[in-house]
């Protein structure tokens, strides 16, 4: 069986460590483009930043941005977009500074990524990685935004466990998920990868059964649950491991993980 959609994550899965689409995965999606079937990447990065990566492959496809709270189809015709409010996302920029540690806020709306007016290395960090630069800004003008696709809190692994669980207590209207042991992501309540992947197929007029989704990490988890074929990646959390089945579980971003699975379902 081959799949008319095939949805991925980005970082940890269609990217390896050195942030390149290895030639094996390329060439692998590639023949699955030739055969008629659809990619589809689906990441928590902003637009610019995920076709710095999907520009090894293609040139043009349809995307799934920030989490699922924005997607457009390959002509760039918007087929999702939710926003959350501009003054919560300021309250919990202001939240994360008054932290006595290191962490950093950052806030996406539409095509921009803003961040403190003092950049963080983990801030440098993350605009090495997604080859796009954060705009600078105060909280203050944040507020005046007509809406956030996302905010993103970087920082060490047990301050955004404490914070998580106190920011989702006191926001019920939003989630908040790790995509990394660093990285803690906010979106809409209801908003995830695994909202539009449904909302994609729905457009092209696939059911979710004959898709494909691969993700490495518990943001992806939803998303591979609704497909008829997820892989996880060999490189994802022991803890979310534990919740696939062998089968379902593909070698890791530096070994082709995505080339291997598509291998065996062509």
Known sequence: MSAKLIFSDLDGTLINDDLKVTAA??????????????????????????????????????????????????TGKVLISRFFDAKEAAEICRYVDEQDNDAAWNIYSGYVWYCSEEKSSRVKNEERIVDVKATPTTI????????????????????????????????????????SQTLLEIVLKGVSKASAVKIVAQEYGVDLQNCIAFGDNFNDEEMLKEVGHPFLMGNAPAELKQRFSSEQ?????NHDGIAKALAKIE
């Open 25 to 74: 995965t390329r060439d692998a999606i590639r023949r699955q483009i030739i055969n008629g079937n659809i990619f589809v990447p689906a990441s928590a990065r902003l637009p610019k930043g995920m076709m710095t990566v999907v520009s090894q492959i293609m040139k043009v496809c349809p995307f799934i941005a920030y989490n699922g709270a924005l997607a457009l189809d390959e």
């Open 140 to 179: 203050n003008q944040l507020e005046k935004l007509q809406g956030v696709h996302k905010g993103l809190i970087m920082g060490d692994s047990a301050d955004l466990d404490r914070m998580q669980e106190e920011l989702t207590a006191k926001y019920p209207d939003l989630t908040f998920v790790r995509s």
């Open 249 to 253: 579980i593909t070698a890791d971003n």
